[in-house]
């Protein structure tokens, strides 16, 4: 299992803060956001290619690239707004 | 470094940052405050959502990084989350060198990536309701900046 989190814009329109998902056929980020796109809805249109999108994995920086393993805490975020 | 939902006051931060140590020449603050104006409309409150652990992370990293780029002496970073009311102070950065001209460089460079890095999120109450804030393409320009020179 991995840990999902999401904040910010994409926490509200998608209507969950966190759940638990099935590592299987997920080994990186790619992987896992194409598999949230095909949820539809507001998951289609958050994930979709064209979008910035922000994400971590284990509460570091991570890309579509970055591989996925067993336990991780993976957040999924929009543009970041500080300062 | 601190994420706190409380005010702090930035001229005790900077005394705090500068007691005890005669070997510090400069010192060089950004503070930010919540403007009560944004894209047009007049924004009321402010709310600053972080991700918890990631956001502590994540600072520790940029002046890690801006310490190994100009030995830093001290430096200091507060920033507030929760509700904001205009005028309240958002972020302070102070940056403590030996001499002026590391101490302005850090100091920018620290907020530059923070704006960009660290995950924090505004949603503002405006005259028109609540939205959230949009990233702006000249804070990742300032990346950009820092990016070429390293």
Known sequence: MIQLLFFARFREELGVDAEQLEIEGLSCMGDLLVRLRGRGDAWARLFAENQRVMMAVNQEVADRQTPLHEGDEVALFPPVTGG | ?150
């Open chain 2, 1 to 150: 470094m601190r994420v706190q939902s409380e005010p702090f006051d930035p001229n005790r931060e900077v005394d705090l940052l500068r007691a005890d140590d005669p070997s510090i020449g400069a010192i060089v603050t950004f503070i930010g405050l919540m403007r009560d104006s944004n894209e047009g409309a007049r924004v009321d409150r402010l709310f600053l959502e972080h991700y918890p652990g990631m956001t502590e992370k994540a600072l520790r990293q940029i002046v890690d990084e801006a310490d190994r780029r100009w030995e830093l002496q001290h430096c200091r970073v507060v920033h507030r989350v929760g509700e904001l009311l205009p005028s309240d102070p958002i972020v302070l950065v102070a940056v403590a060198g030996r001499h002026r001209k590391e101490a302005f460089m850090a100091c920018e460079f620290i907020i530059d990536y923070l704006k960009t890095k660290a995950p924090f999120w505004k949603r503002e109450t405006t005259s028109d309701g609540e939205r959230w804030v949009g990233a702006r393409e000249s804070d990742d320009k300032a990346i950009r900046h820092w990016q070429s020179e390293s």
